[in-house]
Every structure is written in structure tokens, then in C-alpha cells.
């Protein structure tokens, strides 16, 4: 059965290849920051992964197939259909999964900026009881 058959077949496609697209994005986004690289990085998950409603006429007069679609894609086909009552809706929902997309990559941006490896804080610990004129210590080999 070709992957055209089957829409859960074609969802799970989308959905590989989107990730695809969004890991490339991201390395080939490091040279950036990273507070500026997961931002862009989840805008662009949050286009592609919005869904939208769509309506298709069949041939038969009165007959219509409805299903779900990236928000992106029917914005995309009512524009080029210049159905403009389709494509105001997933126009919204475009900038909404947009605008929902930016807000994640903040707060894993600032999720992940509070984090400090261990390592990092002991020797951060080592260094503030230095400062304090604390002296350290240093084992000594051999001597009793």
C-alpha cells in the first residue's frame, strides 16, 4: 500500500520528516546563541505542527471531504486558490502556532540557563570560600 493510501501513514511521514527539518535547523543554527536558536528553532515547529481544518468539494454536487492539514499547507492552498475565507483562518492559526512556538523556546531557554552541572557549581563553591580568605588546603604526599 503506497503512503498516499493511508492518512495516518502520510501524518507519520509529515511528522518524521518535520523532525528532520527541525534538527537540521538547529545545528545548522550554531553559530547562533542559544537563547536565539531555540526561539526560531520552535517558531518553525510551531508552523509546521499547527493543525487546520480543510474542506475539499468532491464531484458529486453538494458532497464534501473534510480533514485535518498543517495550518501552513491550507493557508498555503487557499492563497493559491484565492479562497479567502479559508485562508484567514489558517492564517490565525499559522501565526498562533507561530507565537505558541516562540513562548516554548523561551522557557526551555530560560528552563535551561538556571541549570549549573555539578562540576560547574562545586568548583563555583570553591572559588566563592577562596574569595571569602578561606585557605584551601592541598593533600600532601608522604608526610604524616
Known sequence: MPITESMSLLWLGYAVLSLVVLVTGYLGLAFLPRGVR????WLVAGVMWMPAR???PLIEEGDVYTGFAPAVVV?????LERNAEALAPALTL????????????????????????PARR??????DDAAAGERRRE?????G
Open 139 to 143: 593533600p600532601m604526599i608522604g608526610q
Open 122 to 127: 562545586q568548583a563555583r563553591e570553591e572559588d
Open 54 to 56: 480543510f474542506r475539499l
Open 38 to 41: 531555540l526561539p526560531i528553532t
Open 94 to 117: 499559522t501565526a498562533l502556532g507561530a507565537a505558541l512556538g516562540v513562548a516554548v523556546g523561551l522557557l526551555l531557554w530560560w528552563r535551561g540557563r538556571h541549570r549549573v552541572a
Open 75 to 79: 493557508a498555503a492552498v487557499a492563497f
